[in-house]
């Protein structure tokens, strides 16, 4: 089956520190693979995605490369800020659905 | 740009009642999605449509009811509201399936 596992939260860190937020995900076919973010009482917006291996999407300063070889797909951002405070998801689509992860809450403090 | 729409935005209800969840979007779009979202459990797909009058289940359909009568509105259906049925609810639509999906801002949901 399809699932996405990501690394569980919560992830606090101090203004310009490095993010890595780990995704590894199992799918029976090629996946796209996305990351969402939701802002506190907000919706969830798309930040980036990849559609095949070894493609990096990219948006606002995160990065994730699709690494086929080790199934993941790692948010990753040089120098978060208090603004990125925000709840993240992976997900993988595949056919009609999409399949998110549980999510990981960012704390930036400054 | 109103984009996706629901209401309300938030509702009590007793176990057994009744209710339905509005959802609309004015981007003209053909998927539109329901999604419950739990602590620890990520978003979990309800039902999907990929165009008016065509409806599928998701990962959790049981429960729920929905209806795509026009491309605008995706309704969402709880005709005997359980406790476990307390979650956020997000409405999402896309121009085609596999495209990027515009989420409304949610109904919180609570069955006592």
């Known amino acids: 089956g399809n699932s996405v596992t990501q690394m569980e939260g919560p992830v606090t860190l101090s203004e310009e520190a490095f993010l890595t937020i780990n995704c590894t995900y199992t799918?029976?076919?090629?996946?796209?693979l996305f990351w969402y973010v939701q802002y506190p009482g907000e919706g969830l917006q798309l930040l980036l995605k990849?559609?095949?291996?070894?493609d990096k999407g990219s948006n606002k300063g995160f990065e994730a490369t699709y690494r086929k070889e080790t199934t993941s797909f790692h948010l990753e951002k040089g120098s978060v800020q208090v603004s990125d405070s925000a709840v993240y998801f992976c997900?993988?689509?595949?056919?009609?659905?999409?399949?998110f992860g549980t999510g990981t809450r960012l704390t930036v403090i400054p | 740009n109103a984009g996706v729409t629901q209401t309300p935005k938030f509702q009590v209800l007793k176990t057994g009642q009744s209710m339905t969840l509005q959802c609309a979007q004015d981007?003209?779009?053909?998927?539109m999605s329901w999604y419950r979202q739990d602590p620890g459990m990520g978003l979990r797909l309800i039902h999907y449509?990929?165009?008016?009058?065509?409806?599928d289940q998701g990962e959790v359909p049981n429960g729920y009811n929905v209806s795509r009568s026009t491309t605008e509105d995706f309704p969402l259906r709880l005709l005997s509201a359980a406790p476990s049925q307390t979650s956020v609810y997000f409405c999402?639509?896309?121009?085609?399936?596999?495209?990027?999906?515009?989420f409304g801002s949610g109904t919180q949901l609570s069955v006592l």
């Open positions: 999402a639509s896309s121009r085609g399936a596999g495209e990027k999906l515009f």
């Open positions: 799918a029976t076919g090629y996946p796209s």
């Open positions: 990849a559609t095949k291996a070894d």
């Open positions: 997900a993988l689509r595949e056919a009609n659905n999409l399949f």
């Open positions: 981007m003209n779009h053909e998927y």
């Open positions: 449509s990929v165009g008016a009058g065509i409806t």
